[in-house]
């Protein structure tokens, strides 16, 4: 798309090719540049077209070498992901990490039922991610390595009063990934669940109580260390696996009473 | 062939263990299939590299994120001729099983590489020398002809006099033309199972290829080893090796001598050592330290002048003498920078990086001489002077550091009129390869490339770096 080459590894210029879908959101492009700086070369994708390249510019201008490059894509096209994997795989000259960033999300009123909106979040944030890792799985199966990230959420430990369409789109893509896991450790792939809080985007720009609200830079650090360490699941911040711990245990007849 | 083409994405790497590269992997065992995947790789968009052995020690058989076309499973000795001594064979055919059918006849391959572990496809593709570069050229100058598939899917046939262009471009053309399918080969005829080998030792770089220059017009085969941390009036000394074939008659028994158990390299030392274990125990020598003593010891161990005489196979194939060598060299493997200066220039070029090395704290751990002609293939790495091949090990911390001084190694070769050979060097960058080669080279070979491959199918790693694709 842009016409910029990545210059292919050497032994004295190793590189790890990564993936990540959802780049131009907060947490996407704050890992974006955080990974850049740390070596790897990437495929920025993202719907707008724009924001992308800019995007990559930053990261190109910050390092001072092609790093960075941009393709448009739109998640809700699961034909077009065949295809498009390859030549990215082509054109980074290999791949060793993949992450899955987008995330729609939709606040209903506490009476509202709303299919529309939904079956958007499910598609955006469940349907599609199934559509890529369908095609990454296989490619780092059959290589014996890699990793994934699967950016989900802590909405997802568990079905609350307030969002029952985000709360299921985040617990079917958190279980998907698991079941990942446990499919791909055998073949040397790793898989990580990252479950962030409330993060200072503009998806929460209108949210009134944002407890443990953390930058999506902070996200991007926790992530890069996950996949150093190649974790499993990681909650950003660290508070929240003790919250989710008590909430996860919340008896039902509690729960059903409750107003978050 | 096209369902599931994630399930062939594999992981290879290089001679060197230096480099990986993961790429869609197939292994043809028909000419037939080699069309099919061209004709995959055009509908995918995907580009394709052969990949015989995968013992360069760069990126020339990788592919990242591309089809690796792998040839080993065309691996048929197609005719051996023992009156005439021409043999064709397939291109997955290693020179490991060439010379074992050729040597009980009394014939061996007229050039090797220092493994017998090579295809004829690579050997071709870059066009390889071994320590007899100065008297038989490359191994291109005794192939009769050979066939190839062009990514067109035509089928070829070259000879020094049938597509000569092709000929001389294909062998050299790093595998970026087409893909070799048969190759026919003169060998060398000899009388005896065993060389007739003299060594002795060198004083310094001056010494050394004075002794290359010198000796090698009455030997067939000659190679320096040099001491790579010697340093001041000593730096550059080590050992020749030169060695002939046996006239008729001077072996009293070749019958005996050429018999292949005679040839095949132990796989035990002192008869007892299984070789395998070998690189563990050399791992703790392959620092600045340990190479620096080991030099030390083998120098003082070569001091004596001596003569003796060695089968062929224990004189050539060295880097097969401890199987998995390399990986002695730890986690970031090893690369191998080799240089081709012109005879006038060598010296002072290559004291010059010697010293920068030294400096540096990034000596080599291994250093080899050789002495070389000119040939007339396209992408010739051979001048009138000497070559000199330096084994580094890589770290992760050294990594940036090695980089930097191997663009100065480079800038200082190319000034001295050197060349480089693309088995071997793995940072050359397209500005080098440009330098050196000249634009009209590049030039022409960029159209014979149009010509062969106009779809642009056949790319490496290698390729990409050195043209600037």
């Not at chain 1, 150093?228 to 696996?241: F, H, S």
């Amino acid at each position: 798309m842009t016409n910029t080459t990545l210059n292919p590894a050497t032994p004295l210029n190793p590189r790890k090719h990564g993936i990540i879908v959802g780049a131009v959101g907060g947490i996407g492009s704050a890992l974006s540049m955080k990974l850049a700086r740390e070596g790897y070369t990437l495929a920025l994708l993202g719907r707008n077209k724009k924001a992308l390249q800019s995007l990559c510019a930053e990261i190109n201008k910050s390092i001072g070498e092609t790093r960075a490059k941009a393709y448009e894509h739109d998640v809700l096209k699961y034909d077009s992901i065949p295809a498009l994997l390859r030549t990215i795989t082509k054109d980074l000259g290999g791949l060793d990490l993949f992450v899955f960033a987008p995330g729609a999300i939709y606040f209903p009123k506490m009476d509202e039922f709303n299919f529309a909106e939904d079956s958007k979040m499910i598609q955006v944030n469940t349907i599609s991610a199934i559509a890529w890792l369908s095609e990454v799985a296989p490619l780092f199966q059959s290589m014996k390595g890699g990793q994934i990230v699967g950016i989900s959420s802590v909405a997802g430990d568990r079905g609350r009063v307030g969002n029952p369409g985000y709360n299921a789109s985040k617990a079917a893509f958190t279980s998907y990934l698991e079941s990942l896991r446990n499919r791909l450790t055998r073949h040397g792939v790793n898989v990580i669940t990252v479950k962030p809080g409330f993060v200072k985007t503009k998806m929460i720009a209108h949210v009134q109580k944002t407890p443990f609200a953390v930058t999506p830079e902070k996200v991007a650090d926790v992530i890069s260390m996950a996949i150093r360490k190649r974790k499993q699941t990681v909650y950003v911040a660290d508070i929240w696996q003790w919250v989710m711990l008590v909430i996860r245990h919340i008896p039902s007849f509690i729960f059903r009473r409750l107003s978050f | 062939m096209t369902d599931n083409i994630q399930r062939r994405f594999t992981t290879l790497d290089n001679f060197g263990h230096s480099v990986n590269a993961s790429s869609y992997h197939f292994k043809p065992i028909h000419v037939d299939e080699i069309k099919q995947i061209f004709l995959l790789a055009k509908k995918l968009g995907l580009s394709v590299t052969a990949r015989g052995a995968g013992r360069s020690y760069n990126d020339a058989s990788l592919n990242g994120g591309g089809i690796s076309l792998n040839t080993t499973e065309m691996n048929r000795v197609i005719k051996w001729d023992a009156d005439t001594g021409l043999i064709t064979a397939e291109a997955g055919v290693t020179l490991e099983q060439i010379w074992k059918k050729a040597e009980p006849d009394g014939w061996w391959p007229p050039v090797v590489s220092g493994t017998m572990k090579t295809t004829l496809g690579g050997c071709l593709s870059t066009n390889i020398h071994g320590k007899n570069n100065f008297q038989m050229g490359p191994i291109g100058e005794h192939v009769v002809e050979f066939t190839a598939i062009l990514p067109t899917s035509a089928e070829i046939t070259c000879s020094p006099k049938k597509n000569a262009d092709l000929f001389y471009a294909m062998i050299s053309g790093i595998g970026m033309l087409g893909i070799f399918t048969s190759v026919t080969l003169q060998m060398k005829r000899i009388y005896s199972g065993l060389l007739a080998v003299d060594a002795h030792p060198v004083p310094n770089l001056s010494g050394q290829l004075s002794s290359l220059l010198e000796d090698a017009p009455r030997y067939d085969y000659i190679v320096g080893w040099m001491d790579t941390t010697a340093k001041g009036a000593s730096l550059g000394r080590g050992q020749i090796h030169a060695a002939r074939y046996l006239h008729e008659n001077e072996d009293m028994n070749p019958n005996e001598t050429m018999k292949l158990a005679n040839q095949i390299l132990p796989s035990t030392l002192f008869g007892v050592f299984p070789k395998a274990w070998l690189p563990y125990f050399m791992k703790p020598f392959v620092n600045n330290f340990g190479a620096w003593g080991v030099n030390t010891a083998k120098y003082i161990a070569s001091l004596r002048t001596h003569s003796f005489r060695q089968p062929h196979g224990a004189f050539h194939f060295l880097l097969d003498y401890i199987p998995g060598w390399e990986l002695s060299f730890g986690k970031g493997g090893l690369i191998q920078y080799q240089s081709f200066v012109p005879k006038e220039t060598a010296q002072s070029a290559w004291r010059e990086i010697i010293r920068l090395s030294q400096k540096r704290g990034l000596p080599s751990y291994l250093g080899v001489t050789k002495r070389h002609r000119p040939d007339k293939f396209l992408l010739t790495y051979a001048v009138d002077g000497f070559s000199l091949a330096l084994d580094f090990k890589v770290t992760q911390s050294n990594r940036a550091k090695l980089s930097a001084m191997l663009q100065e190694f480079d800038k200082i070769i190319v000034q001295a009129g050197g060349r480089f050979y693309f088995a071997k060097n793995s940072e050359t960058t397209s500005q080098t390869a440009l330098n050196f080669y000249g634009q009209e080279t590049v030039e022409k070979f960029k159209r014979l490339k149009k010509r062969c491959d106009p779809n642009h199918l056949l790319e490496s790693d290698l390729y990409r770096r050195i043209f600037g694709v």
